[in-house]
């Protein structure tokens, strides 16, 4: 997509909105190629790529090699990432296995969108480092330990949302390897295994229901097939979803966050329901301001925006995708589909422990 020829979305954002929103994002690029969350702000990897996606989709590709670049200068020797950084410092330095693995979607959505394969053969060693590293926290359930604290102890369990999103990395990963003739290792394998627990084993996750991600996200990632997956957003929207004022972030407050309304359109769009996901993108417009960034949140019945006066790069860059998947603006619209093998899952049989 060129820049200046982005699709208008009649009531939820215009071509000259999303030009408007990217140019906020480059705004926010530190000349290290960071992106942090706002002005001054701290900077996490998945966010990061995030934004590094949305940069591509509207057109600021040498910016997004720039983010990329940031990364890969900064992966640890074992193929990880703290889990925040301030400028060349480290904010936080717990590593999240799902913050690590989020690379792999974004130089597969990079390469759906620009079809560069040099660069993506650049990254690549970064790629496989990364699903290297979160493939080896694999338990013998399928689950994925969630992260290590600051002192290398891995927690003891597994969480639903970084889980599905971790899936989603890892057959990113492999058509990423397939794409350029490498090889993949047990990257489809470990996808298998973390796919039925997460289908078939919701459990064996650490309980989070009241979040709204919890909800939607094994939906966005291509976890459950059509079926089951829109049966799962049905049952979830009165819940988790505002009077059409967004997604709340936790369904027992009215605290509205424009980036898991436009995460939640994305995962409508991938069952087929563009008009739903249309309807409650439109809630985003709340959240927009003049210079193209959006709030980060809103607090109901008040309408006070939460964290105060936050806006951030990921909210942004969210919207942009979102928008992305509405209009199939790139050839990258369809990142977050049900294109993965939903026949893998049940396969499993008795390698699994919880079906014994």
Known sequence: MSVKTAADLPGVITGDEVRATARHLVSLQLPSGQIPWFPGGHCDPWNHVEAAMALVVAGHVEEAHAAYRWLAARQLGDGSWFNYY??????????????????????????????????????????????????????????IRWSLDSAGHPERYALLTGSSSIYHSLRCGVMLADALGEPSGKW?????????????????????????????????????????????LSDG??????????????????????????????????????????DILAATRRHRRDDGAYWTGIAYPDEVTFPAAETSSYTAAA???????????????????????????????????LDR
């Open 86 to 143: 301030l400028g060349e410092t480290v904010k936080d330095a717990r590593i999240d296995t799902n913050v690590c693995a989020y690379v792999a979607a974004g130089i597969w959505h990079y390469v759906a969108v620009t079809g560069d394969l040099v660069f993506a053969r650049e990254m690549f060693p970064v790629v496989a480092k990364a699903l290297n590293f979160v493939s080896s926290w694999q338990m013998d359930d399928g689950t």
């Open 188 to 232: 489809n394998e470990v996808a298998d295994r973390l796919g039925h627990a997460l289908a078939h084993h919701p459990g064996a996750f650490a309980p989070k229901n009241q979040f709204a991600m919890d909800w939607y996200y094994p939906v966005l990632a291509g976890v459950l097939p059509i079926s089951a997956a829109r049966q799962r």
């Open 237 to 278: 929207f009165d819940r988790h979803v505002l009077d059409f004022r967004g997604v709340r972030c936790v369904s027992t407050n009215d605290w509205v966050t424009a980036a898991e309304t436009a995460e939640c359109a994305l995962a409508l769009v991938a069952v087929g329901w563009e008009d739903r996901a249309l």
């Open 319 to 353: 919207i942009i995708l979102a928008w992305d998947a509405l209009t199939t603006s790139t050839a990258g619209h369809d990142t977050f589909s049900h294109r993965f093998d939903q026949a893998r899952h049940p396969a499993i049989g008795q390698s699994c422990p």
